[in-house]
């Protein structure tokens, strides 16, 4: 299957010695100092700096994201972690003040009007915000903060229970949860719950130092709190903390009744008078839980078969990735939870990370990473590394449109027409629990960061008081009240990367939108797709929505609209 498809090389570079490596400030500073220094007399000298600070820009990214990667394979991997703690606190905090005198002497060059406007646009806003938010006594907080955000995927890698005679880890051990078994479903939940009551205090310990450093970085940049500095330092320019709780309100109006219609008609389909937590991923007719692959090489090749029926050029991108073995898929001890699409800014090729136990779940991970991995293909060829630094409301989309796009040729991983109609069905229902999820989520961290003082007790009732809101009703927790208030441990990203969950709301609608562009058009849907993604950061987040033939809109009546076309689409499959 490999054998035609071309592998991408380094282009070479101009600005940088080819045997360059940035693995110390040492051999890093004096080209940041160069360009420090150089002087810039006209537009076309402006132009040649801006592309060798990127040339700089992604050879040390690059180097740092494997870095990051070789963590998370392996949590245990110690010349791993002695190089990310090298990172951040002998080169990072270096480089930020290094950074910082960059993007001065480039908005401020006189130069910098003759540039092109509509493509540099996003770039200068982005770039004199981000001067603003400098604080130079926020350099050796922002260090500590990167390396014990870190100890996050340390307790959580570690994690694991026995069952059967075998050591499963978390995701290894969720494929009971939708056996047709009832008892073993409450015996491999109980054992999670045991293990993560086990971390419990490990994990709101850490939570808890994260806020306060998180706070005093706020207040030294001079914030009231971290979320009006987060809201800053992800460039949300084009949406407020005000359009986010307003957004929460719509989708618990519009989007909650169904969600818990659908887990009532559940209950009753099971004929149960107790939805209970392990009963929620089981098949309600009592069939055996889907498996659309059996193997890491099966599901690799047919996710490449798969994303050649919907466009030739994603499939090859897969194809590329598997031959030059960028994908790590397989679920192991020691392993960091979740997954990923780490782009890798000089090669151009992205790696990919996830936690497969050959389950249901799996093949929208494949897919959804995938779909991260072709917009970095897409975006490679720009002209600044800048320019593909992607903000996660456009990334999500090129992911969760993918998932939408892909599910039209899941044929090829269930050949039972009742099992295809059964994985689209669960799809469907998963992506309105993403909107729910999601809104928990971020009302959640609204309330972490407007009271960053507050007590452990205070942030479990919190959490219980807002699951109440965006939680079935019909799920009964008696018995296991305490797992349900420490729900937020599990979600990484209150973690290592707070306040990025909404922007998956966001971009569900803008799937959901490019997928009913497809059931009218494929072949424009697609195209307009791959228009979109190709724009990177050259853009607004509407116009990029636009693009893709979506709109970047959160009213009531648009979400409405889409939520009542995904109710059609499930009916459809239930008929």
């Known amino acids: ?61 690059e180097h740092a994201r ?9 949590t245990t991997d110690e010349k791993a972690k002695a190089e990310q703690h090298d990172l951040y606190r002998n080169i990072v905090p270096r ?84 056996g047709t078994d009832r008892v073993a479903r409450e015996e491999v939940f109980n054992k999670i719950e045991a293990k993560r009551f086990e971390d419990q205090e490990k994990l709101d310990e850490l939570l808890t130092d994260l806020i306060q450093l998180r706070h005093q970085i706020a207040l030294n940049a001079g914030y009231k709190n971290y979320m009006e500095y987060r809201f800053d330092e992800l460039g949300r320019f084009d949406y407020t903390p005000e359009d986010c709780l307003k957004f929460h309100a719509v989708v618990e109006e519009t989007v909650m009744p169904l969600v818990n219609a659908i887990y009532d008609a559940r209950k009753k389909d099971m004929g149960m008078d107790a ?43 897969i194809s590329i990735m598997d031959t030059m073995k960028y994908l790590d898929l397989d679920s192991r001890m020691r392993k960091s939870p979740g997954g990923y699409n780490m782009p890798m800014p000089e090669i151009g090729v992205p790696f990919i990370f996830m936690n497969s136990a050959n389950s249901e779940h799996d093949l929208i991970t494949i897919v959804h990473e995938g779909g991260h991995a072709v917009h970095t293909f897409l975006t490679h060829d720009l002209a600044l590394n ?18 939408l796009l892909s599910m039209e040729y899941w044929d090829i991983f269930y050949t039972q027409p009742d099992d295809l109609k059964r994985a689209r069905k669960n799809h469907l229902e998963y992506i309105l629990s993403i909107l729910t999820r999601t809104c928990l989520g971020d009302s959640f961290q609204f309330w972490l960061y407007a009271n960053p003082i507050h007590t452990v007790e205070e942030r479990r009732n919190k959490w219980a008081e807002l699951q109440d809101k965006f ?11 305490m797992l349900y208030k420490i729900g ?3 979600i990484l990203h209150f973690y290592e990367v707070p306040f990025y969950y909404i922007e ?50 959160f009213t009531r009546p648009y979400i409405a609209g889409l939520i009542s076309f995904l109710e059609t689409e499930l009916q459809r499959l239930m008929g």
Not at 513 to 530: S, T, V
Request: overall charge negative.
């Open 386 to 403: 800048s320019f593909k630094e992607i903000t996660s409301e456009i990334a999500e989309v090129a992911s969760m449109g993918m998932e």
């Open 488 to 490: 937020y441990q599990r």
């Open 66 to 74: 494997w870095i990051y990667v070789r963590n998370t394979i392996d």
């Open 275 to 317: 939805l209970k937590p392990w009963d929620i991923e089981v098949d309600t007719s009592g069939k055996p839980a889907l498996k659309p692959f059996n193997s890491t090489a099966e599901l690799v090749e047919k996710t490449i078969a798969c994303f050649n029926r919907l466009d030739p050029y994603f499939g090859e991108r």
């Open 95 to 178: 480089l930020s003040s290094c950074e910082n005198q960059l993007k001065k002497k480039f908005v401020t060059n006189p130069y910098i009007d003759q540039l092109e406007p509509d493509t540099f646009f996003t770039t200068i806003r982005k770039m004199k915000r981000e001067i603003a938010l400098f604080c130079e006594k926020n350099i050796p907080l922002q260090s500590e903060l990167s390396i014990k955000q870190s100890r996050y995927d340390e307790i959580a890698g570690a994690q694991s229970i026995q069952y059967k005679g075998a050591e499963l880890t978390f995701q290894q051990a969720h494929v009971y949860l939708s």
């Open 471 to 481: 939680t079935p009703k019909a799920i009964d927790w008696t018995g296991h009240e």
């Open 1 to 61: 299957m490999h054998d035609t498809v071309s592998i991408p090389q380094r282009k070479k570079r101009n600005y940088l010695p080819e045997d360059f490596v940035p693995a110390s400030w040492q051999s890093i500073e004096p080209y940041y100092q160069q360009l420090l220094e150089r002087e810039i007399t006209s537009v076309t000298e402006l132009q040649k700096w801006l592309v060798d600070w990127s040339e700089l820009d992604a050879a040390f990214n």
């Open 504 to 553: 998956y709301a966001f971009a569900q609608l803008g799937a959901l939108a490019i997928w009913r562009n497809f059931k009218q058009d494929p072949a424009k849907a697609i195209h307009d797709y791959k228009e979109a993604l190709s724009l990177g950061f050259t853009k607004p987040i509407p116009v990029f929505y636009e693009t893709a033939g979506a709109k970047f809109n």
